[in-house]
């Protein structure tokens, strides 16, 4: 199959890189740099290796295009673009729109076009294929439907392969075609009765885990405040061998999913009518992290940061990427920039970040850990600095949730 993957980011090029085992795929970027990278064989995704991209370029089975008429000629076309979150933290779906343009402009012939950028549901149905019948002038009938991503950059157990995958077409012919597309590299495929189901389903798996993690930070500060290990205490109850699941206390969410998604939930709830309570409230105690944080490392260094110098130790937000979007070290620097510290920070995985390149690491009165990538060796992180934050619970002998 000519397949065209518009978006070549974490989803794009990670779907690009098992597809073109078994299809020709167009990787479609509005990125010329992310384009011009990818075409001399350089991936800039964790979990992409550019062997595999190379190696799809070379079978003829892989190009990445900035030009909208390379992706004429496709049986699918597969939306993987951003879906952020506005200043007013409502869903942007700008990129989708821009997407959907794209495809009208340049598919001529009927085509699947598969929606795997998360959404609210409806989204398929109520955004995508009118604005695409629109912006065509309703003169071609493509089939929809959707198949929300559940890709965990940099992991390796759960890939493309083995992750089962949801799928929905808006008409039977359209569920047809797209089970034919994801056979040829997704061993586990899980039809549901309707696009908004799958939608929803990709939705409240992250709201799940952003509650969670709420619940864990807010546990983290009773911990403390009673005077008990958070650890202990979770690795304790995580013995019962059913109805527990062990979440970590951390300085907070970031990413693409678990901070923006629970919030396209809380948007459609209040479009109805419904109070999405603890979305909101799960909200709040994730983003109150760093503050915490801060206010305890302030009052083990004598009640105030002022002027001291504080190195923050991994800004990704997660271990092992470079992803930086949403991170809570950013919320950290915030705080602690404004309780009068000298900031700094140092991420041997990410080098240039707002601007900024990395630090050598140590040289601080205070560390504070907020990510601890595999590449930072734990004894030199702990000898970094005088008085050492861990919010990871990985560096035994700090201070830390
Ligand atoms: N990153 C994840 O772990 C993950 C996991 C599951 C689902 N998702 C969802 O997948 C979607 C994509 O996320 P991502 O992390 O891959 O984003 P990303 O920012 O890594 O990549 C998006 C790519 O799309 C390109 N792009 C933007 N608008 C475009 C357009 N109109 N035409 C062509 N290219 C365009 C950008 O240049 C960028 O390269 C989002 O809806 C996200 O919520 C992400």
Redesign the pocket.
């Known amino acids: 199959m000519k397949i065209t993957i518009?978006?070549?980011?974490?989803?794009?090029?990670t779907i690009a890189a098992f597809a073109s085992k078994s299809n020709q795929v167009i990787g479609?970027?509005?990125?010329q740099k992310?384009v011009d990278q990818l075409n001399h064989g350089i991936s800039h995704?964790e979990g992409v290796e550019s062997t595999l991209i190379k190696t799809a370029i070379d079978s003829g089975n892989y190009r990445a295009s900035t030009n909208g008429a390379d992706i004429s000629g496709s049986e699918v076309v597969v939306i993987?673009?951003?879906?952020p979150l506005n200043k007013e933290r409502k869903p942007d779906l700008s990129?989708i729109e821009?997407?959907c343009?794209?495809i009208a402009e340049n598919i001529t012939e009927p085509v699947v076009v598969i929606n795997?950028?998360?959404?609210f549901p409806g989204t398929l149905r109520d955004y995508i294929k009118p604005l695409i019948e629109k912006y065509s002038d309703y003169k071609i009938e493509h089939l929809y439907a959707i198949s929300?991503?559940?890709?965990?950059?940099g992991r390796t157990d759960w890939d493309q392969k083995n992750t089962p995958r949801l799928f929905a077409g808006l008409t039977p012919e359209a569920s047809k075609k797209t089970k034919e597309f994801y056979s040829t590299f997704c061993d586990n495929l899980v039809e549901v009765s309707s696009p908004e189901v799958a939608e929803a389903a990709?939705l409240f798996e992250n709201t799940f885990r952003q509650v969670n993690i709420a619940l864990v930070n807010e546990f983290a500060e009773i911990a403390h405040a009673l005077g008990i290990s958070v650890h202990e205490t979770l690795e304790a109850a995580n013995t019962k061998p059913y109805g527990f699941m062990k979440f970590n206390p951390s300085a907070g969410v970031g990413?693409?999913?678990i901070p923006?998604?629970p919030s396209y939930l809380a948007h459609v709830a209040a479009a109805k009518g419904v109070p999405a309570t603890f979305i909101e409230r799960a909200n709040e105690v994730n983003l109150e992290m760093p503050k915490y944080i801060v206010a305890r490392v302030a009052a083990d260094n004598g009640g105030t940061l002022t002027g001291k110098s504080v190195q923050v130790i991994g800004v990704a937000y997660k271990p092992n990427v470079a992803?930086t979007?949403e991170t809570p070290a950013e919320l950290v620097i915030d705080e602690l920039k404004r309780q009068g510290a000298k900031v700094s920070w140092h991420d041997p995985v990410v080098s240039i970040w707002q601007g900024e390149t990395s630090s050598a690491l140590g040289g601080s009165d205070i560390a504070i850990v907020v990510t601890l990538h595999d590449a930072l060796d734990k004894q030199t992180v702990l000898a970094s600095a005088p008085y050492v934050f861990d919010t990871t619970g990985k560096l035994k002998g700090a201070k830390g949730l």
């Open positions: 518009i978006g070549q980011g974490y989803v794009g090029l479609f970027d509005n990125s992310v995704i993987a673009v951003p879906t990129y821009s997407a343009k794209t795997e950028s998360t959404s929300p991503e559940r890709v965990d950059p990709k990413g693409h999913c923006v998604d992803d979007r």
